[in-house]
């Protein structure tokens, strides 16, 4: 018996009349208090026990529920097919009816589930006690023997030796070996009219012969469940049909809905992930396909085609195309990828059920709960507070200057978090993605808090404090701090809401057997300030402003961009082509002028004058405006996604910014080259760090122009990658000398291999690798004469920037260098004139390899629109055969 269960039953057996607290149960079971109360609430989840509010909690059993009847097969099937229910409740009036059930037919189309409704039926049956535990569920499929009608019907009911050629010994059928259970005839209309004859005698009066038998007659307690994928008035025998009193029809994939259908996608990859003992992540586009294309075949296509799908993405993982289980949409077949083109996308239903923030779906093979895979993933606000700290820390701000800075972001992410999974999530699912416990534990501390405030809290309350106690918790196991900068300000500003907060966190503690530093108490109180009545004011959200040329071009993009994401939040401004730059520009004022918002604006802009109108607006009202020029609809929807959710201008700028297949090179911002760092780590003290950087500093040839030697002093381990992270954002982190093992790419030393230089070769190679790199703007120089060298290494430079990003790959410095030298002589050769030099079986090549194809031909736009060279696909491709015989991994961009 598990301790839960003994706790429930010692429960039972000495409970008093009020109750009794989980110390005294834990004493008299010799058990941790903190394991008892952790069954014990988990006990209450599940409805068999129930507390107290007051203090101590007091725990009884909830006898209401005791007798209530156990759950059934058909209960939790009707959980993912609710569309069923009507079906089910016929299944089980057929099992139960007396004496021994009625006999079945099941319709429906091919693939619906028929043989496993059937199969549910039987086990239904054992449960409720109609047939025996050890009693026989057989299926036979009438179809495999319609050619021979002789041979079907001795499978049925047997033969007598010597019935005919060939039968050489006496042979049960299935009806006999179905005694006292349950025979499933599936495609049941394929059995001859004389077979259904027999069939009705043996429903009518239980007897039937064997094949050859003349005489004697056998009994049969047999029920029969039948199936059909036809009209069974067309193609059965009245006399038959007539004998079966209970029809049952299974709705096809397309009467079941959409949500329905979802939940079945969902159980099918969970399957395959546990077949799998791997997490299968699934591209948002792929999961749109299965949820929307022409399932002509049912439920049973659909698990049919997911299996195919996560066969073909393990087969490329085992064969190192893929670092992980991953399906894309291109992984799909054709037919499948239609369903992405549908007219009727159902997209309420379906932001409602994948949101619209995230990349990937990754199935967990571990448990039954789903986690989302964002694009950009969100932080949890003690990732931002230690990213941001160790930022700040590291330019030698002082914690009170500290405090000060981080009030906004910290301000910012509450009304956002708040915002964004109330946009994400519904009630219906919300414990798929938290702990039902967790879920049980926040519905408490509200209903708490609800009474102590005199408030009612909205729903985006409930799912922000659902994830962020999910968060807290996952946090508090892993041993991690717990740090508010704001703690004090939030105490004497909120001193109500810090006041219940904290009672919160004693009733946290209670249910999770968790221990909790009061700055917890300053997060949980701006979740009860920031409620539905006042976030709209505390996030100041930029504005979005598309301005095109064309009748209605900046119109229809912005209509889409709103549809799409179900809100009223961008603004065209459409800009004839007969109407002056200055008229557009003064509506663009008006506008401004009416709704000015601190935040700024983005401008999303197509070409000309109009891409000047950001410089215009920010000078006059001194507001920040940032602007993208060449817009496409989808740069609008990504710019109004965000800004409607709260995130910073300079964020939004950048990441339409990073979406851009091209863009004009005046608008670029430059990026100046980082320094190279070697980085020293000993968590010793500090000395022992700087030891090592004058052993290098001894023994390496470097330029102290480009690169530098950084010794880090840690003082706890798992802060090692943030601060990496931080520095890397400064510095090129070529090689990291350190005595544990840390989590990245760079090149990493052991303290041993560099005390006995056995190292230093090594890291000397990465050097100078680097340094050639950093030194090819002056080596061009000297050998293009109709480009300046400097200039185009910088846009090369961009230019592999970009391909880094979409590959989603580090390339080499080594490779690099390769790169480099062939574009910049390629930008040379074409500037002068020269012919391009063709590519053999160019169409056949770029066909094969169209992701990469696109991924480059994009990214060489703005060096071909700058220089004003014509860059054909033969240049494309070779460019391609650079980077293929580089092996370098990457992955097709999503359509």
């Known amino acids: 018996m598990k301790r839960i269960d003994i706790i429930y039953e010692n429960l039972k057996a000495i409970c008093y009349q009020d109750g009794i607290n989980a110390n005294y149960l834990a004493e008299a079971l010799g058990l941790t208090r903190a394991n008892v109360s952790s069954d014990l609430n988990k006990l209450c989840v599940e409805g068999k026990v129930k507390k107290s509010n007051s203090r101590p909690v007091l725990f009884t059993v909830n006898y209401e529920k005791v007798q209530c009847k156990n759950e059934c097969v058909f209960d939790r099937y009707l959980r993912e097919n609710n569309s069923l229910s009507v079906a089910v409740e016929y299944a089980k009036a057929a099992i139960l009816y007396p004496p021994k059930g009625m006999h079945t037919l099941i319709l429906g189309e091919t693939g619906v589930g028929k043989s496993m409704f059937a199969e549910l039926m039987y086990r239904y049956a054992l449960e409720a006690g109609k047939i025996k535990k050890d009693s026989p569920f057989i299926i036979f499929n009438c179809a495999d023997y319609s050619n021979n009608p002789q041979l079907l019907l001795s499978q049925l009911f047997g033969v007598k030796k010597g019935a005919y050629t060939g039968a050489d010994s006496d042979r049960q059928g299935l009806i006999e070996k179905s005694q006292g259970g349950i025979l499933f005839l599936d495609e049941v209309h394929r059995l001859p009219s004389e077979g259904q004859e027999m069939l009705f005698t043996v429903m009518d009066k239980g007897i039937f012969r064997r094949l050859g038998e003349s005489e004697k007659e056998r009994t049969s307690e047999v029920m029969f469940i039948s199936a059909t994928t036809e009209n069974p008035d067309s193609n059965l025998l009245t006399t038959f ?25 969902r159980t099918f990859f969970t399957e395959e992930s546990h077949r799998l003992s791997r997490d299968v992540s699934v591209s948002i586009n792929s999961l749109r396909a299965l949820f929307s294309y022409n399932c002509k075949n049912n439920v049973g296509q659909l698990k049919t085609d997911i299996q195919l799908s996560c066969a ?36 309420q239903i379906w932001n409602s059920i994948i949101g619209i923030d995230n990349k990937y779906y990754v199935f967990n093979n571990e448990s039954n709960e789903e986690i989302f895979d964002f694009e950009k993933k969100q932080q949890s606000i003690y990732e931002i507070i230690d990213e941001k700290a160790n930022e ?26 708040i915002s964004r999974v109330n946009n994400n999530i519904n009630v219906s699912n919300i414990k798929n993605l938290v702990d039902p416990f967790i879920v049980h534990v926040v519905e408490e501390i509200l209903k708490y808090s609800e009474l102590k405030l005199n408030k009612n809290f909205s729903q985006k309350v409930y799912f922000g404090l659902s994830f962020h106690i999910k968060t807290l918790v996952d946090r508090v196991k892993n041993n991690k701090i717990i740090i508010n900068p704001q703690i004090k300000k939030i105490k004497n500003e909120y001193k109500n809401e810090f006041n219940v907060a904290l009672e919160c966190l004693e009733i946290i503690e209670s249910n999770l057997d968790i221990k909790l530093p009061v700055d917890e108490a300053g997060f949980i109180a701006m979740f009860f300030v ?80 109009l891409t000047t109108f950001g410089q215009v607006i920010e000078k006059e009202f001194k507001i920040p405006v940032k602007v993208i020029s060449l817009v496409s609809t989808l740069h609008v929807i990504e710019a109004t996604r965000k ?35 070697i980085v020293t780590i000993c968590m010793t003290g500090e000395g022992s760090a700087i030891a090592i950087k004058n052993l290098l500093l001894d023994n390496l040839k470097i330029d102290d122009k480009l690169c530098e030697i950084i010794p880090l002093n840690l003082i706890h381990k798992e802060k090692i990658e943030s601060r990496i992270i931080t520095l890397g954002k400064e510095k090129e982190i070529i090689a990291i000398v350190s005595h544990f093992n840390i989590n990245t790419e760079i090149p990493q030393f052991s303290l041993e291999q560099v005390i006995g230089l056995n190292a230093i070769s ?20 000297n050998h293009l004469k109709n480009v300046e060298g400097e200039k185009v290494f910088e846009d090369v430079e961009q230019f592999i920037s970009k391909i880094q990003k979409s590959i989603k790959e580090k390339i080499a410095v080594e490779d690099l260098i390769g790169i480099t030298l062939h574009i910049s002589c390629m930008i040379d050769r074409l500037k002068s004139g020269e012919k391009f030099i063709q590519y053999g079986d160019k169409n056949k090549y770029i066909h ?48």
């Open 241 to 265: 049909t007539r004998r079966i009193p209970m029809i049952i029809k299974i709705p096809s994939l397309k009467e079941r809905g959409f949500q329905e259908r979802f939940k079945l996608i």
């Open 312 to 347: 073909k993405a393990y087969a490329d993982f085992l064969s190192n195309k893929k670092q992980v289980v991953k399906i894309n949409s291109s992984d799909l077949p054709v037919y499948v990828r239609e369903g992405l083109y549908k007219e009727k996308e159902h997209r």
């Open 392 to 417: 700040l820390r590291a330019k030698g701000i002082s914690d009170i200057c500290l405090e000060k800075t981080m009030e906004e972001d910290i301000g910012r992410y509450f009304a956002q978090y």
């Open 530 to 609: 920031l409620d539905h009545k006042n976030i709209e004011n505390t996030v100041n959200n930029s504005g979005v402003l598309v301005i095109a040329h064309g009748n209605s071009t900046a119109t229809s993009m912005v209509q889409t961009a709103n549809t799409l994401l179900g809100i009223e939040y961008a603004v065209a401004f459409d800009a004839p082509l007969d109407v002056s730059a200055n008229e557009i520009l003064n509506k663009v004022r008006e506008y401004v002028r009416k709704d000015t918002r601190k935040a700024g604006y983005i401008f999303l802009t197509d070409m000309g004058s």
């Open 643 to 677: 800004s409607s959710l709260g995130y910073k201008l300079d964020d939004i700028y950048s990441d339409c910014y990073d979406i851009m297949p091209f863009v004009e090179n005046e608008i670029i911002e430059k990026t100046k080259c980082k320094t190279m760092a």
């Open 762 to 781: 090594d890291i000397q190679k990465i050097v100078d690798i680097q340094s050639t790199y950093y030194g090819m703007g002056k080596t061009l120089k």
């Open 848 to 895: 094969n390899n169209k992701g990469l194809y696109y991924i480059v031909k994009n990214s060489l736009f703005f060096i071909q629109e700058k220089y004003k060279i014509n860059i054909m696909d033969d240049e494309v491709c070779y460019i391609m055969n650079i980077i293929e015989k580089r092996k370098m991994q990457f992955e097709k961009l999503e359509e």
